[in-house]
């Protein structure tokens, strides 16, 4: 795909998703269970069991999905978005949580998603993380386990490897 045509692809799916979050107001989020271990969530039932730790923590999807929070917060830029928790990852969480009244540790655990997971309302048929900047469409699986827009459709998120189309 030509940078035009991702740049134009990424522009509708906001386009739309600020539509989406206008219309659904302040929505308190809904808490679901969560998945097998292969299919991550952004949900409290699983979110002590999924931390994200500097020098430790494999890529995966969830750390993409963390990444598109921070982008979607304005704390890095779309082109951040690799799975990897890597160093500028790392650091962009420890402003993110200082700035969210967190201890600035860079670990995401319980209290990070969980202080994220309450910006997330319904919109439609979906649900929506309304970043600062930008809004990040997620969907609920048939089991509850959060789905993320990728490449043109919602998929489910590994908790054990990088299988969105970003990090391939």
């Not at 522009?11 to 299919?39: F, I, K, M, N, Y």
């Not at 917060?73 to 969480?93: E, K, L, N």
């Not at 600062?132 to 469409?137: D, K, N, S, V």
């Amino acid at each position: 795909m030509t940078a035009g045509g991702a740049g134009s692809t990424r522009r509708a799916v906001l386009c739309a998703l600020l539509v989406g979050g206008v219309c659904a107001g302040a929505a308190a989020p809904r808490r679901h269970r969560s998945g097998d271990g292969t299919a991550g969530v952004l949900v409290a039932a699983a979110l002590p069991t999924r931390q994200l730790t500097p020098g430790s923590t494999r890529p995966s999807d969830v750390v993409a999905l963390w990444q598109s929070v921070l982008w979607a917060d304005g704390y890095r830029p779309f082109s951040s978005v690799t799975c990897a928790y890597d160093q500028a990852t790392v650091d962009a969480t420890r402003v993110w949580q200082s700035n969210h009244h967190l201890s600035p540790d860079g670990i995401v655990g319980a209290a990070t998603w969980g202080t994220a997971a309450q910006r997330i309302v319904p919109a439609g048929r979906w649900m929506v993380y309304l970043g600062e900047r930008h809004g990040l469409p997620l969907r609920l699986d048939a089991e509850g386990a959060y789905e993320v827009y990728d490449a043109g459709r919602f998929r489910p998120l590994r908790t054990d490897a990088a299988t969105l189309t970003r990090c391939r």
